[in-house]
C-alpha cells in the first residue's frame, strides 16, 4: 500500500481542509462522511474568517471566488439601539456553505452554483468523497489501520444494509465534537454541556427595515446584557453571492439554560418527538419554543436585534460544549485527530473554523517531510489548549459574569 494514502472520517470543513492540503501533497485521499450535506437545509452558518483560513484559500483555492464580506467596525448597542462603543477593526465574514462548496470544488471537482470547478493540476493527488458511510469501529492490523463501518440511512446508492471495512496508513479523524471515531479512542473525554446554547439565524438584507439595515450591514455588532449576548454580522448570501442587497445578516444569540430544566428539555426536542440532540432546526423546533423566542427578543434586546429574530425564517439552536484536547495521534501515529474532533471551543473564540485550516497547514508540512506528527501533535496541543482556556473565559464573563459594556 502506498504511503501517500490517507481516509479521513468526517467530510465537512476539517476534513475537506485537510483533504485538500493533502491532495496538494500528491496523497490519494478518500473522505467517509454520514450524509449528503449537500442536500441539508441552508441554514446560512456565518464564520468570522481569520488569517488561517485567509491564508489557506489563498494559496489552495482554485476557484478563485471571492470569499468574504468586509466589516470594518465593531459596534456595542444599549438596551435602546443606540451605539454606546464603537471601535475600527477590520474584519472578514464568510459563511459555512460558501467555504464547503469552494473546497469541494477544489478537492473533488464537485459542482455547485457557487463556482466554477477547476481544472486538474499535474502533481496532485486524486480525491474521493464516499458518503453513505457509519463508522463502527477501528483497529490497528499488520497492512495499516482498519477501519468498519456500516451503510447509513443516507447511502446515496439506497443499499443500507451493507457493511465492511477499509484500511489505510494514516487515518484523520474528522468527525466533529460528538466524533465517533474519538469515543473508540479516548472514551472518558466528553463534549460537556457549558450551561447555554446559541440561538442563530439570518435574514437578507433587504428584508429588514432601512433603520436596522443601517445598523448591521458590514459592520460586526454586539449587545451584552446579565445571562445573554447577541452579535451580528454579514455574511456572503445565496450561492455564496456578495453582491449588496442580496447577502445575509448572520447573528448569534447566547441564552442561558441550566441542563435540568424543563425548558431546556423541550428545547432540544423535536415537535414530531425523538431523540434530543446537541442541535435543532426551526423546521423540527416546537412553535410555542419559537413563538416564546421571538416574543422574549422583544423583551430583551435592542428593537433591531429584536427585528432580525422575528425576521428569521427557520432559525436553529446549537449547544455550546467544551471538548479539551487531551491527545492527537494514536497506533503508532497512524491515526490523528483533527478539527473539533480534537478540540471543541466556545464559539466566542470565532476559532473551530482556523483551527481546522491550521492543522490542514500542519499536515501539509508533514506530508512535504517538513515535520514530524510528533511535531505536529505538540503544535496542536499548544494551540488547542490555549484556545480552549481563552473561551471558557470569554463565554464564563458573557453568561455568568459581567461584561463591561453590559
Known sequence: MSPKQCTIVGGSLAGLFAGVALKR??????????????????????????????????????????????????????????QIHREAHTQQMTSWDLLYHLLRANFDGSPSDYC??????????TAEYKVGYDITGVRETEDGIEISWKRSHHASSGDTNGTGTFTTPLLLAADGPSSTLRRHLLPDVKREYTGYVAWRGTVNESNLSESTRSTFVEKFTFFHAP??????????????????????????????????????????????????????????????????????????????????????????????????????????????????AFAGFRPHTAMSTGQAAFHARLLERYAREEESLVELEEQMLSFGLALQRH????????????????
Open 227 to 340: 445571562g445573554l449576548q447577541i452579535l451580528s454580522y454579514t455574511i456572503p448570501g445565496e450561492n455564496g453571492t456578495l453582491e449588496p442587497g442580496q447577502r445575509l445578516v448572520n447573528w448569534v444569540w447566547y441564552c442561558n439554560y441550566p441542563e435540568d430544566s424543563e425548558e431546556y428539555k423541550t428545547l432540544l426536542t423535536p415537535f414530531h418527538g425523538g431523540k434530543r440532540g446537541v442541535s435543532i432546526s426551526g423546521n423540527e423546533m416546537r412553535p410555542d419554543n419559537l413563538n416564546n423566542q421571538i416574543k422574549h427578543a422583544k423583551e430583551v434586546l435592542p428593537p433591531q436585534f429584536a427585528e432580525l429574530v422575528a425576521k428569521t425564517e427557520t432559525p436553529f439552536v446549537q449547544v455550546i460544549t467544551d471538548v479539551v484536547p487531551r491527545q492527537a495521534s494514536f497506533m503508532g501515529e497512524k491515526v490523528l485527530l483533527i478539527g473539533d
Open 116 to 125: 466554477k470547478v477547476p481544472q486538474p493540476v499535474e502533481g496532485d493527488g
Open 25 to 82: 501533497c500528491g496523497y490519494a485521499v478518500t473522505i467517509l462522511e454520514r450524509v449528503d450535506l449537500r442536500k441539508l437545509p441552508h441554514q446560512g452558518a456565518g464564520i468570522v474568517a481569520g488569517e488561517e483560513i485567509t491564508n489557506f484559500f489563498d494559496k489552495h483555492d482554485r476557484t478563485r471566488h471571492a470569499l468574504t464580506v468586509t466589516s470594518p467596525l465593531r459596534q456595542y448597542l444599549d438596551k435602546n439601539g443606540t
Open 391 to 406: 473561551g471558557v473565559l470569554l463565554g464564563d464573563r458573557s453568561q455568568f459574569g459581567k461584561h463591561p459594556l453590559a
